[in-house]
Structure formats: C-alpha cells, structure tokens
C-alpha cells in the first residue's frame, strides 16, 4: 500500500497551492482519508479530514474557510486545495487513510497508512 503526496513547493503569502495524494496498492473508496501537517520542530497535527463517499469533512480550525479537501474515488486521489496561505502554514504536508472507522479522527495514531510527505514552504 502506498500513498505518494504531491504538489508542495514555495509560494508567497496569500497565495494557493493544490496538494494531491494518490493511493495505491488499495481501493481508498471506503475510507476516511485525512490530511496532517508537521512544522520543524513541532508535532503532527490534523489538518483536515473527508469520509469516504465525500460527504463529510472536517479542518482545523486554523485553517477553516482557507483549505479545502476533496476525493475523487474513481481515481483514487484525494486533494486539499490551500488557498490565502501564511507563513504559519509551512510544514510537511502528510495524507493518511484510516481504514478501521468510518467517522473523521482527528489524532494521527488513528491513522494507519501514511504517504511520505510534501513540503510545503509560504514566504513572507
């Protein structure tokens, strides 16, 4: 099983970047798929999650209203679109699937595939 993020990279403050997590090795339909972040020395925290069919999504409150995420099963591929970003997102950006419950987790040990990470880097 295998989750590959991609689509980090540099962008100023205010700006917008569209990440993507496509899985493999797995049919991702019937599992809530979470997005999590890691800023350099600080802990992993959630992001923002979506159920399996889509219907459901939860964010941070940090940064609710700003990033959205949405899944496209037939491809497998689920994306947070990250729009008006700060300098206080910068962080690794990990996607994860929780295949053992069907609600949002928000911890990162609920989570039991995890992609490897893209970075994501917003300038001042």
């Known amino acids: 099983v295998q989750l590959q993020a991609s689509g980090g990279g540099l962008v100023q403050a205010g700006g917008s970047l569209r990440l993507s997590c496509a899985a493999s090795?797995?049919?991702?339909?019937?599992?809530?798929m979470g997005w999590f972040r890691q800023a350099r020395g600080k802990e992993r925290e959630f992001v923002g999650g979506?159920?399996?069919?889509?219907?459901?999504?939860s964010y941070a409150d940090s940064v609710k209203g700003r990033f959205t995420i949405s899944r496209d099963n037939a491809e497998n591929t689920v994306y947070l679109q990250m729009n008006s970003l700060k300098p206080e997102d910068t962080a690794v950006y990990y996607c994860?699937?929780?295949?053992?419950?069907?609600?949002?987790?928000?911890?990162?040990?609920?989570?039991?595939?995890w992609g490897q990470g893209t970075q994501v880097t917003v300038s001042s």
């Open positions: 994860a699937a929780d295949t053992l419950r069907s609600t949002i987790k928000t911890m990162y040990y609920e989570y039991d595939y």
């Open positions: 090795g797995l049919t991702f339909g019937p599992f809530v």
């Open positions: 979506i159920s399996s069919r889509g219907l459901y999504t």
